[in-house]
């Protein structure tokens, strides 16, 4: 249920499964810690970041007082929590936690690591979120250099890695090394991922995202209709990635002055964050300000 989206019918079975564990386990087994991190990543992906921020901690807690010491459960689990700060935007709290998940990856972890690639990357997108581009640009890097190391050929982390060192191009205004970056992700994910898969609309979308910086208005419009295409097709109906999609195309006539036809984009979109996400998710708000400023052109 948590994959499809459909987080109202998950969170009674998390629940359920922490009840349990409570009876039969003790405090600080690993699966209790397990259980709970299930819950904390639901609220997480609902937005309900306060109710998903004790849950991480507890986690933690669990995992110093249970697992041996730099044990790759902790670095999962620190940057589930850096992640939920980074989503809020408190950087300085994130920053650390993500660079002990990296410690720990070094310390426990064969070189090369794919784990290590995640995190190092997660790394530069918070440096990039904070417009230190000099200071990610090296990791996403590194997260590929290993990612060609140690996956497969053509794997769809790659293709993820790839996209966001394009995002930093396309940040910086270098839209000439931005956009074969993009291609080859999307290449990547048309050979190894199947059809209509939801990491080719997000991909499409970012490319899509740079020809719409670039004024390329005609070469953006056609990847936004495939992006939604497929999530219409791959996910369950009235997933938040629709929305989002939804958005984004919709921002794309506000730049063409086409407000007639962005406003039922924009309310189709704020339709599905307030019933999937709730009325004060950051996503539900940020849509809500679109279609305001959409109405008053």
Same mark, same amino acid.
């Given at each position: 249920?948590?994959?499809?989206?459909?987080?109202?019918?998950?969170?009674?079975?998390?629940q359920?499964a922490? %009840?349990?564990?409570?009876?039969?386990?003790s405090?600080?087994?690993?699966?209790?810690?397990?259980y709970?991190?299930?819950?904390a990543?639901?609220?997480?992906?609902?937005g309900?970041?306060?109710?998903?921020?004790p849950?991480?901690q507890?986690?933690?807690?669990?995992?110093?007082?249970?697992?041996?010491?730099?044990h790759?459960s902790?670095?999962?689990?620190?940057?589930?929590?850096?992640?939920?700060?980074? !989503?809020?935007?408190k950087?300085?709290?994130a920053?650390p *936690?993500?660079?002990?998940?990296i410690?720990?990856?070094?310390?426990a972890?064969?070189?090369?690591h794919?784990?290590?690639?995640?995190?190092?990357? !997660?790394?530069?997108?918070?440096?990039?979120?904070?417009?230190?581009?000099?200071t990610?640009?090296?990791?996403?890097?590194?997260?590929?250099a290993i990612d060609?190391?140690?996956l497969? +050929?053509?794997?769809?982390?790659?293709?993820?890695?790839?996209? !966001?060192?394009?995002?930093?191009?396309?940040?910086?205004?270098r839209? +000439?090394?931005?956009?074969?970056?993009?291609?080859?992700?999307?290449?990547?994910? @048309?050979?190894?991922?199947?059809?209509?898969?939801?990491? *080719?609309?997000?991909?499409?979308n !970012?490319?899509?995202?740079?020809?719409?910086s670039?004024g390329?208005y005609? /070469?953006a419009?056609?990847?936004?209709?495939? /992006?939604?295409?497929?999530?219409?097709e791959? *996910?369950?109906?009235?997933?938040?990635?629709?929305?989002t999609?939804?958005?984004?195309q919709a921002?794309?006539?506000?730049s063409?002055?086409?407000?007639?036809?962005?406003?039922?984009?924009y309310?189709?979109?704020? %339709?599905?964050?307030?019933? @999937?996400?709730g009325?004060e998710?950051?996503h539900?708000?940020?849509?809500? @300000?679109?279609?305001?400023r959409?109405?008053?052109?």
């Open positions: 249920y948590y994959s499809q989206g459909r987080y109202e019918a998950a969170e009674p079975l998390y359920q922490i %009840d349990i564990a409570k009876v039969a386990l405090p600080n087994h690993p699966h209790f810690a397990t709970l991190n299930n819950l990543n639901l609220y997480y992906s609902q309900r970041y306060a109710a998903a921020e849950l991480y507890q986690v933690i807690a669990i995992d110093k007082t249970a697992l041996p010491e730099n790759q902790l670095a999962t689990h620190l940057h589930s929590l850096a992640a939920l700060y980074y !989503s809020q935007g950087y300085a709290a920053e *936690l993500y660079k002990q998940t410690d720990i990856d070094k310390t972890l064969p070189g090369n794919p784990s290590l690639a995640t995190h190092l990357h !997660s790394l530069a997108l918070l440096y990039c979120s904070q417009g230190k581009y000099e990610a640009e090296p990791l996403y890097q590194q997260a590929i060609k190391a140690a497969p +050929e053509n794997h769809p982390s790659l293709a993820t890695h790839l996209n !966001s060192l394009a995002e930093l191009h396309r940040s910086q205004g839209y +000439e090394a931005a956009e074969p970056l993009y291609q080859e992700a999307i290449e990547i994910d @048309k050979i190894v991922l199947p059809e209509n898969h939801p990491y *080719l609309a997000t991909h499409l !970012s490319l899509a995202g740079l020809y719409r670039q390329k005609a /070469a419009e056609p990847l936004y209709k495939q /992006a939604i295409e497929i999530v219409k791959a *996910l369950p109906p009235n997933h938040p990635y629709l929305a999609l939804l958005n984004n921002l794309l006539y506000c063409q002055g086409r407000y007639k036809a962005a406003e039922p984009l309310q189709q979109a704020l %339709d599905i964050f307030e019933e @999937k996400l009325e998710h950051p539900t708000i940020k849509v809500r @300000k679109n279609l305001e959409c109405r008053q052109q």
